[in-house]
């Protein structure tokens, strides 16, 4: 059978077919075809046909059909014939197999569409099941937490306001209690005021002569009894009945109107032992008792009253100073017994504020001065608690107000001081508006703040409670009030450091001496036991030398009278640093900091005594690890703006300590009003307003500052006082700043003197003559700085034998007064040496450096590749070819890496040239430099003279 003619067998359901006529495709036999419309839904039915013949022939295949004339139930026979021996046109049968390709992928693609369905609906069949189980067993859950939450919150709203409640009771009766202690620590202080205020009326001290005799006053308050009713009668029996029973001393009684008894004692004759045990009774309640029994037995018999007496204060030894011109201890109603007394004195104070300022000066008793227990606050800080300095925009005492002010002038700010003394204080003396009053009052702190738009302050030893009230009232106080209530606990100032990972030395709390002597065993010999208030400069410092030094330590810092202490370990350190640290915001409210260059303090009885930047000795590397820990230590208080003075250790093995943070200008940043681009209180002055930090680099090559130290009243001391400052006038780039001080007290910083100069040599060198001036000529050998001056030209060569050409180089530099080092430096065989130097090089205050070399001649530039210093290298002739090998290898350096050069063995330009390069910004370099050229001018001139003289033969007889 050929193409186009077969049988085709339909197993199925018995159907109408319309077999293909011939006369569908006589156009095709024509040269025609027929319409493809006509010929596509036969050629469904036949390809549907053809398909199931082609799977019912594979099954009789595989089942062995029974012959035609037996099929199966159900199926048909039907005969399809295309005609005689027809033939379909093969570009129809290719259109009819793409339809039905294409009716196929159709087909195919909705079958897909509808399992996809099937399986989505199945799918969300199965999660509603899951979530309905799911709420079904949570809902119960959840329901049961959310009341529980709601029983705990309940349970928490409750508790805290009964404890609360119960806790406003507490504080009540804790507020009553302390009011209570509170006024009788004032009466306590007035009786005191009232003893030294009869003494300081009717002592003097012109009249005293050395003695071993001394005063005792106490003041009891009477009860029961009025002024008006007490007479001479009352208190001359008094005065006896005390007398008898304290034999050995003599007595005296007055009376005021305050209802108060004031008994005055004093051993006038010599010691005995019943003076001795009257002595020793004074300092017991047995006194109490003596004077209630002689107060009742007088007013009884006198008065016919019942009065009774309460000790409320004592006063002795150094708490009793007489002003000037006074008269003696018989004004006091004492007997002489032939001999004059003495009154045991101290420092004189204003005649006007010694009772106030003497009544505060007690260890036995807890004053308290503006809310402010006395237990706290410094002997110095007490003796001047009239005499503090301030400033406006701030809390502030002393010489550090007064040059805020200056700095607040440049910038156009107006400033109001807050100080007890007002416009008298030094920085009211410079200042616009000042109010009259303690820093550490409530009330003026808040007068302050309504006259001004910021507070600041330049001493952290102030009232931070009423800092941190007007703080939370809106009022901008910067520094933060929390960093200076923290920075005033020097404890807890380590505790917050040391959390923030700071290096610190060791230490720990100390409530008691045996503890002490217990911290002593583990952090062992010396150590540092420090006061945690009040302490600056040194003073609240003891150093616990050995076990046996304990108990005078512990004393001399208060502690037995229950002040609050804390121990370091002892931190071998072989210098002091500090850094100033400026923390503020830019335009955009974002903080910036600024660190300024490290400088290396001495101290002077545990007073900054010098500072010296940059530090001689201490390397690149050290400075930035101090500024490091600096800035990270002041970011550790948040948001707090302004100045910070950060001091530190440096030890020998290259680590460095936090000692301590002051949150204000520091006197160790005071080298910067004269040599960087901002001073450290202008900077103090642009991070509390919010303005743009200015530059902290040096504008010079180093900087030495000397603090005047007040030696005396005397004219004669204080014209020693003033001596430094009447020598720095003299001397060249001093800045010269004096505090406007009242008197001139022993130890007090009067003021101070910056020396600039090219290097921290030339500027040590300048400032000489005002360290002898501080001591006096006699005794300048005491101070306390380096003598030797640090060299600004390292000579250097690679062989002794270079030594006679280097010399000359030397020689310059000494007739230049230029301070030198020289060494021996091999780049082939001592090459870890060479490096060693020239990286170090510009740490230890190098400026410039000679280098000399033969040969291959590699030690210049190996040099200069490792330091940012300027290098001149010098040819030294050698044997072989006579120098130019030198010459020609130091000047064939590679780019980049310059060495100055100059002729064979000609060391002499060399030291000349360096001086050149140093006289670039030392204009007392350049004039001796114009001065040297013109000598040579003057030496050629008088040798051109005397050759057109005498002639050529005799100028040479002359010159052999």
């Known amino acids: 059978m050929g193409d186009g003619f077969g049988y085709i067998e339909v197993n199925g359901p018995k159907q109408d077919v319309r077999p293909f006529d011939l006369e569908d495709f006589n156009d095709a036999e024509a040269g025609g075809e027929p319409e493809l419309s006509e010929i596509v839904p036969r050629w469904a039915i036949f390809s549907e046909t053809l398909r199931h013949s082609d799977r019912r022939a594979q099954e009789m295949q595989k089942r062995r059909e029974p012959a035609e004339g037996s099929l199966p139930k159900g199926t048909a026979r039907a005969n399809v014939c ?38 989505n609906l199945q799918r969300q069949e199965y999660l509603k099941e899951t979530w309905r189980k799911f709420w079904e067993e949570k809902l119960p859950q959840a329901k049961a937490r959310a009341e529980e939450l709601s029983k705990l919150l309940s349970e928490l709203v409750s508790k805290p306001r009964e404890a609360s409640q119960a806790s406003q009771s507490k504080k009540l009766q804790r507020d009553a209690a302390v009011s209570q202690d509170l006024a009788s620590k004032c009466r306590t202080a007035k009786a005191r005021n009232r003893l030294l205020l009869r003494l300081s009326k009717q002592l003097g001290t012109d009249a005293f002569a050395a003695g071993a ?277 020097k404890y807890d100032q380590k505790v917050h450091l040391q959390k923030h990972r700071i290096p610190l030395p060791d230490f720990l709390k100390v409530d008691s001496e045996a503890e002490l002597h217990e911290i002593g065993e583990k952090f062992g010999y010396p150590m540092m036991l420090k006061s945690r208030f009040g302490a600056y400069d040194g003073k609240g410092n003891a150093v616990v030398s050995d076990a046996a030094s304990i108990p005078a330590a512990w004393e001399k810092l208060g502690g037995k009278a229950g002040k609050k202490l804390y121990v370091e ?96 200008p520091h006197n160790t940043g005071h080298y910067t009003m004269e040599a960087c681009g901002v001073d450290q209180f202008e900077q103090h002055l642009r991070a509390v307003l919010g303005l743009p930090l200015g530059d902290c680099h040096l504008r010079v090559g180093g900087a030495m500052m000397v603090n005047i130290l007040g030696q005396g009243s005397t004219p004669e001391l204080t014209a020693q006082t003033m001596a430094p400052l009447r020598c720095a006038l003299r001397v060249p780039d001093a800045g010269i700043h004096w505090y406007g001080k009242d008197g001139c007290v022993k130890g007090r910083k009067m003021g101070h003197i910056t020396v600039t100069g090219f290097t921290p040599a030339s500027a040590l060198e300048q400032i000489r003559p005002v360290l002898k001036a501080v001591d006096g000529e006699g005794n300048s050998s005491s101070i306390e700085v380096p003598h030797k001056s640090s060299p600004s030209v390292g000579i250097i060569m690679g062989s002794d034998s270079d030594l006679p050409t280097m010399k000359d180089a030397a020689v310059v530099l000494d007739d230049f007064g230029i301070p030198y080092e020289i060494s021996i430096v091999s780049a082939h065989r001592t090459p870890e040496y060479m490096y060693e130097y020239a990286t170090t090089a510009a740490d230890r205050g190098i400026n410039v450096i000679i280098a000399g070399a033969g040969g291959a001649a590699h030690l210049p530039g190996m040099v200069a590749a490792l330091t940012p210093l300027p290098v001149i290298g010098v040819p030294v002739k050698s044997s072989a070819l006579s120098g130019n090998d030198s010459l020609l290898s130091i000047v064939q350096m590679p780019k980049g890496i310059p060495v100055a050069t100059v002729a064979i063995g000609n060391a002499a330009n060399a030291g000349l040239l360096a001086v050149r390069i140093l006289g670039a910004a030392n204009p007392g370099m350049r004039q001796k430099m114009a001065q040297f050229m013109a000598n040579e001018a003057t030496t050629v001139e008088k040798k051109r003279r005397k050759l057109e003289q005498v002639g050529w033969q005799a100028y040479l007889a002359d010159s052999k």
Not at 91 to 97: E, M, Y
Not at 366 to 385: A, C, K, Q, R, Y
Not at 409 to 422: E, F, K, T
């Open 213 to 489: 005799g001394r005063v005792v006053a106490v003041a009891f308050q009477m009860t029961r009894v009025a002024q008006a009713e007490v007479n001479s009668f009352t208190l001359s029996g008094i005065r006896e009945r005390v007398q008898k029973e304290l034999p050995g001393l003599e007595c005296c009684v007055s009376w005021d109107d305050q209802s108060q008894l004031a008994l005055y004692f004093c051993n006038l004759g010599a010691p005995s032992e019943d003076a001795h045990a009257s002595e020793s009774c004074l300092q017991s309640d047995k006194l109490d008792l003596i004077v209630e029994q002689a107060v009742q037995s007088s007013t009884s018999e006198a008065l016919k009253l019942e009065a009774s007496a309460k000790r409320l204060a004592r006063l002795s030894g150094a708490e009793i100073q007489a002003p000037i011109g006074g008269l003696g201890l018989e004004t006091l109603g004492f007997k002489s017994h032939g001999m004059s007394g003495s009154v045991l004195t101290v420092d004189w104070v204003h005649p006007e504020k010694w009772a106030d300022a003497f009544s505060l000066r007690m260890d036995d008793v807890v004053l308290f001065v503006n809310g402010i227990p006395t237990s706290e606050m410094s002997t110095t800080d007490l003796l001047n608690i009239n005499h503090a300095d301030g400033l406006k925009l701030f809390v502030a005492r002393g010489q550090l107000g007064r040059m805020m002010v200056y700095a607040a002038h440049r910038l156009g700010v107006r400033m109001c001081v807050l100080d007890p003394l007002g416009e008298s204080s030094p920085a009211g003396q410079v200042s616009e508006l000042s109010i009259k009053g303690s820093f550490q009052d409530a009330e003026k702190i808040r007068e302050l703040a309504s006259k001004c738009d910021i507070l600041t302050l330049e001493v952290e030893h102030v009232n931070a409670q009423a800092l941190e009230e007007l703080h939370l009232k809106g009022v901008p106080v910067q520094p933060l009030p929390f960093v200076v209530k923290l920075i005033q606990d």
């Open 82 to 119: 295309f005609g005689k021996c027809l033939q379909l046109p093969r570009t129809v049968v290719d259109q009819l197999h793409k339809s039905h390709l294409a009716q196929q992928d159709e087909l195919d693609g909705l079958k897909l569409l509808h399992q996809k369905r099937v399986e």
């Open 569 to 664: 370990k002892w931190a071998p350190f072989k210098m002091e640093l500090a850094v100033m640290v400026a923390r503020g915001v830019d335009e955009t409210m974002n903080v910036t900091m600024r660190t300024y260059p490290v400088v290396h303090t001495v101290q002077r009885d545990s007073v900054c005594f010098t500072c010296l930047t940059p530090p001689v000795g201490v390397t690149q590397k050290e400075q930035e690890l101090a500024q490091k820990i600096a800035t990270d230590a002041i970011k550790s208080f948040g948001d707090a703006r302004g100045i910070f003075g950060v001091e530190m250790f440096l030890l020998d093995d290259g680590s460095v300590l936090l000692n301590e943070i002051a949150p204000r």
